[in-house]
């Protein structure tokens, strides 16, 4: 005969595994009838066009659209009249060195509403030109010559499936340094952070929220036709996408810097991003959210 407290640590282990797996029936509920459609990129008529140099509306190209540029930049820019002027004097300078790509002009978009960095790295994406795509912060956190560092990694992951393939910018390899400048607590968060991206959606790459990624046209389409995130973790989405379409994936160590002026606030955003990471996977799991090839470019 079974003696109580071993009858009783049974009954607790089965409670404790039943409500287990209610929470996580509820959490995938929740998750699913909560889900949107997958969202249409919506431009309000302002958002259609751009001021030219001689300060006339005009049409903003699609990516839909044959390639004319090399390289277009995607730069999310929100109160960031302080910080974006250094990054852009960086940026143009170096264009300007290269004559494979020459800086040609720069063009600003300006959203009627906050669509979040997501959504506005989506926006620029889907009105670029260029066969090859970078998305780059407003901080300069990462010097722009290190896209040289990059095109290396994609031109090595060649031959392209589709033409299409990505390279991301990498902090991992400083990851020691960070952590002594850091608290015990956000030290904390940022594991957590890691874990939680590695377990639920993104396995092989160590640092997906750096905001230094270059992408072949093809890739951005793909990737970008796709995503439904929006605010920060749109980066983890955007790789959980590419991993499932087997497209190609470097990452690539890159200089960095730490500037002052994020957005993210400690405790807040890293627990809104924890939730978004675990719809991503419950969503695409329990069928709510899809994944279909879209139409081959030309």
Not at 59 to 66: G, Q
Not at 127 to 144: C, H, P, V, Y
Not at 283 to 291: H, K, P, S
């Amino acid at each position: 005969m079974v003696s109580l407290p071993l009858q009783l640590v049974v009954l607790g282990a089965v409670l404790g595994a039943a409500l287990a797996a209610a929470v996580f029936i509820l959490i995938s509920f929740v998750a699913f009838i909560t889900t949107m459609e997958l969202p249409v990129l919506y431009q309000h008529e302002e958002e259609k066009f751009f001021l030219n140099a001689r300060g006339q509306k005009e049409t903003l190209p699609s990516i839909r659209d044959s390639p004319t540029k090399q390289l277009s930049v995607v730069v999310p820019s929100y109160n960031e009249e302080k910080r974006l002027p250094v990054m852009m004097d960086e940026a143009l300078g170096y264009l300007e060195e290269r004559q494979k790509y020459g800086s040609d002009k720069v063009r600003v978009i300006t959203l009627v509403k906050n669509r979040g960095k997501g959504g506005a790295v989506k926006m620029g994406v889907f009105s670029s030109r260029g066969e090859k795509i970078l998305m780059a912060d407003a901080d300069g956190a990462t010097k722009f010559r290190d896209i040289e560092k990059l095109e290396k990694g994609l031109n090595d992951l060649q031959p392209w499936p589709d033409q299409m393939a990505i390279a991301c910018g990498s902090r991992a390899h400083l990851k020691k340094d960070s952590i002594a400048q850091r608290s015990y607590f956000r030290t904390l968060l940022m594991y957590g952070f890691h874990f939680l991206v590695w377990f639920l959606c993104v396995k092989g790459i160590r640092d997906t929220q750096c905001g230094f990624k270059l992408l072949t046209r093809e890739a951005a389409s793909q990737t970008f036709s796709s995503l439904h995130i929006e605010r920060w973790a749109f980066d983890v989405e955007l790789l959980y996408i590419a991993q499932f379409f087997k497209i190609p994936i470097a990452e690539i160590a890159v200089n960095w810097t730490e500037i002052e002026g994020s957005k993210l606030v400690p405790f807040w955003s890293w627990l809104q991003m924890g939730k978004d990471l675990l719809f991503i996977r419950l969503r695409y799991m329990t069928g709510a959210w899809r994944l279909e090839q879209t139409r081959k470019m030309n």
